[in-house]
């Protein structure tokens, strides 16, 4: 049934794309699995897609979704990140990418190719998701790589970042998730490679009506994604009401293009959403500037930010923490020294 | 009339001891130093078994019980003593050795064999772990059972009559709602609650609540571990500590960093 539907909407190239990666480990066989929201690839995918390309041998992409009108751009978009081969599969079921429709499909689409590695980002919906691919395929997943050192060696942070650990995984399969902030994204090339929607019939998803999707609340904003922004713009409890917040912080990220950001704190008390997070129990950045602003730098925090290139911090507490790490630190009153910045910024720019 | 069958509801909650999360943890040759080191209950378990003393509340009626599990060595019983002080109702410590490494995939297989035992309803847990920050154990679990998962919860709803459990999970970017049939398991982001305090009276009534100690062997379960660690070391350390006297000069530092 949908092999008849999916065979002929889709153009497939008949040449398969260039792969930059080394041909040398001819064991791998990996595979990445492309997140998408709203019809449009995350940045996180292309960082995985990197990662994934690390290991030396043949990269799969494989795009999952509604159908093949949401997946359109999607696609396009996966075709020129230098994959050798792309995988498409797409049903009513697989709507919304809930874990449990889609978990079998990456399994399966895994046990049927051969696939030795599955690579995907280690962002809320990776994490949702490639556990239950663990537990259907009974491997140790790894968490959040940073690095590989070869097809079975990864590193990745522990405690909150405060120790970065190797290991050497003796599973058949490798599934893990990839820190987007330490990989290059996959950059567009000029060759395509070829859509196979036919290997992905057929795969998954059973009927199932064990979760349904209800509702989705997302944040509205024109700024820069914050897990991909070069710059961002922090507030922590120091700026001391949402008023502030949006009177300090938003005028100093408008000037810097920048993203905005918020310590735990920040959230808790209402400034902030709580999907601008940054912190162990948020997103973990490493954009090119990170501006603090009113944050101590409590242990949680510092594990969002630390790989920033270059930390600023504004704070009036001389013997903060964050001023242990902060490139440029300046012991100040944020609510005379946010406006002068951002003056002086303006002025600067001209 | 033959009585209706009891319409109970079972909670399991998983919770693990780690390092207190204030700890500014010390790497040595041997990896992270965990002698003399303060530890407690996980900071996102504290958060389960918060919620799962709540929805008993709620619900008095319609919840049998709360059971809690720690797989760890002897100290574990420790942390689920805690939890049965915050109002959990009995505990379950699998104890294993003082050295040895017990994967998420471990501890996802020794849950499934102890959800076989215990037949709960409804399996709560934290969303991750703060020493190892797998942030797996949960949808493991929920692949290994073929039950509906609902990760990072900012909100539960259970209905315990209609067996249905409706959940707000944290996304990237916002929220998402989904509605699951029991049995489920759901892990707790921060948001879900504050946690309690244990009075000292439940501290001392929770020492008489029954722990039961079982081995790992007991459970039929493979723990051999799949990963090989080959080294734990501390990350680079930043340049820090540079500080300026004034706005001009953060300007000027900007400059050079090339972002103006």
């Not at chain 1, 997140?35 to 995918?45: R, S």
């Not at chain 1, 509205?220 to 914050?226: C, I, Q, T």
């Not at chain 2, 029954?210 to 501390?234: C, H, I, S, Y």
């Amino acid at each position: 049934m949908f092999a008849s539907l999916s065979r002929t909407a889709i153009p497939r190239t008949s040449t398969r794309c260039f792969s930059a990666s080394a041909r040398s480990s001819a064991e791998v066989n990996a595979a990445v699995f492309l997140e998408d929201k709203a019809g449009e690839l995350v940045p996180a995918a292309a960082n995985a897609v990197t990662a994934a390309k690390k290991l030396g041998g043949k990269v799969t992409g494989i795009l999952i979704g509604k159908d093949e009108a949401s997946l359109e751009k999607a696609i396009a978009m996966s075709r020129k990140l230098g994959l050798d081969n792309l995988l498409v599969r797409h049903a009513a079921a697989l709507e919304h990418a809930l874990a449990e429709p889609t978990a079998p499909v990456l399994a399966e689409l895994i046990k049927k190719n051969g696939f030795t590695h599955l690579a995907g980002p280690h962002s809320a919906l990776g994490k949702n998701i490639f556990p239950r691919v663990a537990g259907l395929l009974d491997v140790q997943q790894i968490s959040d790589v940073m690095s590989i050192q070869d097809a079975d060696t990864f590193t990745r942070p522990v405690y909150a970042g405060n120790a970065i650990s190797t290991v050497r995984s003796k599973d058949a399969i490798k599934l893990f998730t990839a820190r987007a902030s330490t990989w290059e994204p996959a950059q567009p090339t000029e060759s395509e490679c070829s859509v196979d929607v036919a290997a992905a019939e057929n795969v998954g998803p059973g009927a199932s009506t064990l979760a349904a999707w209800i509702s989705e609340e997302l944040v509205k904003s024109e700024r820069p994604d914050l897990s991909s922004a070069p710059t961002v713009v922090s507030g922590g409890r120091g700026v001391k009401s949402k008023e502030s917040f949006d009177s300090t912080i938003i005028p100093l990220a408008d000037v810097l293009g920048a993203a905005i950001g918020a310590s735990r704190a920040a959230v808790d008390s209402g400034y902030a959403d709580n999907s601008l997070q940054v912190g162990q129990t948020g997103k973990v950045i490493a954009p090119a500037l990170y501006i603090a602003v009113g944050i101590s730098g409590a242990i949680q925090h510092l594990a969002g930010m630390k790989d920033s290139k270059t930390i600023v911090a504004i704070n009036k507490d001389a013997d903060a923490p964050i001023f242990q790490v902060a490139d440029v630190g300046l012991v100040a009153d944020l609510f005379e020294a946010v406006p002068e910045l951002v003056k002086k910024i303006e002025a600067a720019k001209k | 009339m033959r009585p209706t069958a009891p319409n109970w509801l079972k909670l399991l909650v998983p919770v693990k001891r780690t390092v207190d999360y204030a700890v500014k943890i010390r790497v040595g040759p041997k990896g992270v130093e965990t002698k003399g080191r303060h530890d407690g209950l996980n900071p996102f378990d504290e958060i389960a078994v918060e919620e799962a003393v709540r929805l008993r509340e709620k619900a008095k009626e319609a919840i049998e019980k709360i059971t809690v599990v720690s797989i760890g060595p002897a100290k574990a019983s420790e942390v689920l003593r805690t939890a049965l002080a915050m109002g959990a109702d009995d505990a379950i410590h699998v104890e294993t050795k003082e050295d040895d490494v017990v994967e998420p995939l471990a501890v996802a297989r020794a849950l499934k064999a102890l959800v076989g035992q215990e037949s709960p309803d409804l399996v709560i847990m934290g969303k991750q772990a703060i020493d190892d920050d797998s942030s797996q154990v949960g949808g493991m679990l929920a692949g290994m059972l073929g039950w509906p998962q609902a990760n990072f919860a900012s909100e539960v709803d259970l209905d315990t009559a209609a067996k249905t459990v409706t959940v707000s999970r944290e996304i990237d970017g916002g929220l998402e709602t989904l509605k699951m049939s029991l049995p489920a398991i759901i892990t707790t982001d921060l948001r879900l609650n504050q946690p309690r305090y244990a009075s000292l009276p439940n501290i001392m009534k929770a020492k008489k609540k029954p722990l039961k100690k079982m081995k790992p062997e007991e459970l039929q379960a493979d723990f051999t571990p799949r990963l090989e660690q080959v080294d734990v070391k501390a990350p680079p350390p930043r340049k820090g500590g540079a500080k300026v006297e004034s706005v001009d000069e953060v300007v000027a530092k900007l400059k050079e960093a090339g972002v103006l």
